[in-house]
């Protein structure tokens, strides 16, 4: 990269020189302005494109993976890989030799054969990518680098699957989707969140009928990442950049994915258009003033992002959505993961249900006690196993267990490229409308109107 500090700056040292370096300049990518405003909605599609939309992948007895980015998030899917049947990891790719070498040694003392390791700066992954015994890349590097792994990777006819959010801005999304439908490789945004025991039940619950006409849900990313976002190594040295460049809702997939699943976005409904505000910056300047030496070069640093970021969405069938987005201040851990329907209402953490009509009139009820009637067949099957082996509660094995699942039977993913897109527009969008005075933004249309025919969830 010219003008952007290298991957491999933005990633090894501990020096608070180095971090504060990382954050002046960071990938050009990620820190670009939304250009959200400037793109067509609904761009033509490219020549011969076809939709993706229920596409199945090839069937293969054994599926062999490459990871991009070995740090904590890639060593732990990782390990999630390495402990389902049929898998084999071919090579692994890292700015940081260390970090490939210690992934490498988790692959042999799973009893697999050493893995090929590519670790010649920035863009390695495109020399790994030219192998032709790799069936799926999997990329967990910093976010600025999601896109162009994702497309590097199906130009060169690989399905990938990418950490969250897939890109950040629109443009970048409509790029994703035509090199999906161009070259017919999956690009699938790997959100965990969609495949916890609590999302998936309710799921179940939706599509028995058992929350009545679906009418609103909220879905946050709430979560004290301060002293995450201070350190002076891994995500310290990365995730603080938007935080000093953009005013928006950087990670809105882990609470959005799962409420598209219940509302059955791109099944029959679409996100519509969404309006979005911000509060005040304050828990990243009040934390740097009381744990921050005066002499650090963090001192340097401005950051204009407000603290918490709340936005509406509307449907195309007129439901709408809260989501919120907050890491900066003290809290609970929370996605809010509601869901309100005209017979019953969920509201998660701690995950419970009121069901119209029910015995004791309106108390809730522990989800828990569903679970025995309405969990969902993958945790049916292999919960045990993901509780013993997954990270983030199971969730995480739930959903590389159902990747391999689908890549060794032959069947569509359980989300798109569409997905994907819409499941990360909000980033641009919502720092368009905060920037216009919370006034609304138009989605993309990312499916060019195929949402409309396809009434039934894919897959799981």
């Known amino acids: 990269m010219s003008d952007a500090l290298s991957r491999r700056d933005l990633l090894t040292g501990a020096a608070a020189a180095l971090a504060a370096s990382a954050i002046t300049t960071a990938p050009a990518r990620l820190l670009a302005s939304t250009d959200a405003w400037r793109v067509d909605l609904t761009p033509p599609a490219p020549p011969d494109a076809t939709r993706m939309i229920g596409v199945p992948f090839e069937k293969h007895d054994v599926v062999r993976i490459a990871i991009v980015g ?249 439901r709408t959505i809260l989501l919120q987005h907050d890491v900066v201040n003290p809290r609970p851990y929370s996605r809010l993961n509601n869901l309100q329907g005209s017979k019953a209402i969920f509201n998660d953490y701690p995950p419970r249900l009121y069901i119209d009509g029910a015995k004791g009139g309106e108390k809730w009820t522990a989800l828990d006690d569903l679970h025995k009637q309405y969990e969902h067949p993958l945790w049916t099957a292999v919960g045990d196993l993901a509780r013993k082996n997954g990270g983030h509660g199971g969730m995480d094995f739930i959903m590389c267990y159902r990747l391999v699942q689908c890549l060794r039977e032959g069947l569509a993913p359980d989300f798109d490229v569409y997905d994907a897109a819409a499941w990360s527009a909000p980033f641009p969008l919502s720092e368009e409308s905060v920037r216009k005075g919370s006034a609304p933004i138009k989605f993309p249309d990312f499916t060019r109107g195929a949402w409309r025919g396809t009434a039934a969830a894919n897959g799981a």
């Open 70 to 318: 070995t740090g904590l998030r890639g060593r732990s899917a990782l390990g999630e890989f390495l402990a389902i049947e049929g898998v084999r990891i071919v090579a692994l790719c890292d700015v940081v030799e260390d970090k490939a070498t210690a992934a490498a040694a988790m692959v042999v003392k799973a009893g697999q054969a050493a893995p090929a390791l590519y670790t010649n700066g920035d863009r390695d992954f495109e020399r790994l990518l030219q192998r032709d015994d790799i069936d799926f890349v999997y990329t967990a590097t910093p976010w600025s680098w999601h896109t162009p792994v994702a497309l590097a990777a199906m130009r060169a006819g690989k399905h990938v699957g990418s950490e969250v959010a897939i890109g950040s801005s629109i443009a970048d999304l409509w790029e994703l989707v035509d090199t999906s439908e161009k070259t017919r490789r999956h690009c699938l945004m790997m959100e965990n969140c969609c495949y916890g025991n609590s999302e998936l039940t309710v799921l179940q619950m939706v599509r028995q009928g058992v929350f009545g006409t679906l009418l609103h849900a909220e879905a946050a990313y709430l979560h004290d990442l301060r002293e995450i976002l201070f350190e002076d190594r891994d995500e310290g040295l990365w995730r603080r950049v938007p935080h000093t460049q953009r005013n928006a809702n950087f990670y809105p997939t882990h609470g959005l994915g799962p409420v598209a699943q219940y509302l059955g976005i791109h099944r029959g409904d679409r996100f519509d258009f969404m309006v979005s505000m911000a509060s005040p910056e304050a828990g990243l300047s009040e934390f740097r003033e009381q744990h921050i030496a005066k002499d650090n070069i963090k001192w340097k640093e401005g950051y204009k992002c407000g603290d918490v970021n709340s936005s509406l969405v509307k449907t195309a069938l007129g």
